[in-house]
């Protein structure tokens, strides 16, 4: 809650009262140029690229950001994620349904493994942060420049595991070198008759890392024979 005073056209300071929203997203590496589609292509910034010089060599945890969605049929978009080995991972596709985003009203998506939920099948695409999403399966082939699949992809069932999730894709690489987004719109559900399907992430995209990390570990004791006696000068190999 945020309480804004000062003076305006009355002798009093005015109060006045209003709510706000801190929308925290993955800006440590940003590309900011917009990536717009067509009906049935890839954007026109295909791939869209950031480069990450001075990351993690083992990744511990990411996430990834989409600024400024205003789509007229999300239920058309697919974004693919590649990272600098080649690792390639479906970040969403086929949500949000027929509920057109106005460019007045335009959605920021965050995604990361402990996201809160998942992005609806049909319902309205919101700001904030989620799980990795795809409604359908398998993903087919993105066109031209992008690497052909098969694709890790997270599905649409909360928690996923393994190669359904970020970690379990870029988990322990080096996060150094280029990062490739694929958008694409892939003209799959049903549309009114005559729409002209147009998209854009208005403010590109952003990624950031977390290195792994460990708890130190403490270990003491003896080793000894079977009857209890002490083994001196012994050696312990512990993985």
């Known amino acids: 809650n945020l309480t804004l005073t000062g003076f305006g056209t009355l002798a009093e300071p005015e109060v006045q009262n209003a709510l706000l929203n801190i929308n925290d997203t993955a800006n440590l590496y940003r590309q900011g140029t917009a990536i717009c589609t067509n009906l049935g292509g890839p954007a026109d910034q295909y791939p869209s690229t950031i480069n990450v010089p001075n990351g993690p060599v083992q990744i511990g945890n990411m996430r990834v950001t989409l600024y400024d969605l205003e789509h007229l049929f999300p239920d058309h978009l697919d974004v693919l994620l590649v990272g600098p080995g080649g690792q390639r991972f479906v970040l969403m596709g086929d949500a949000g349904g027929a509920i057109a985003i106005p460019n007045n009203n335009t959605v920021t998506l965050s995604f990361r493994d402990a996201g809160p939920g998942v992005l609806p099948n049909s319902g309205p695409l919101v700001t904030g942060n989620f799980e990795p999403t795809t409604w359908e399966t398998p993903v087919t082939n993105f066109p031209g420049a992008a690497p052909a699949g098969p694709y890790n992809e997270p599905g649409s069932t909360v928690g996923g595991t393994g190669a359904q999730t970020l970690f379990g894709t870029f988990g322990l690489t080096n996060s150094n070198g280029t990062w490739n987004l694929y958008v694409r719109d ?19 995209w952003g990624i950031e890392f977390l290195t792994s990390t460990a708890a130190n570990a403490s270990i003491s004791g003896r080793v000894l024979t079977a009857g209890g006696n002490g083994i001196r000068n012994a050696e312990v190999v512990i993985s």
Do not use: H, K, S, Y
């Not at 892939?186 to 998209?199: I, S, Y």
């Open 186 to 204: 892939d003209a799959g559900a049903p549309r009114p008759a005559g729409d002209a399907v147009t998209g854009c992430f208005n403010g590109g």
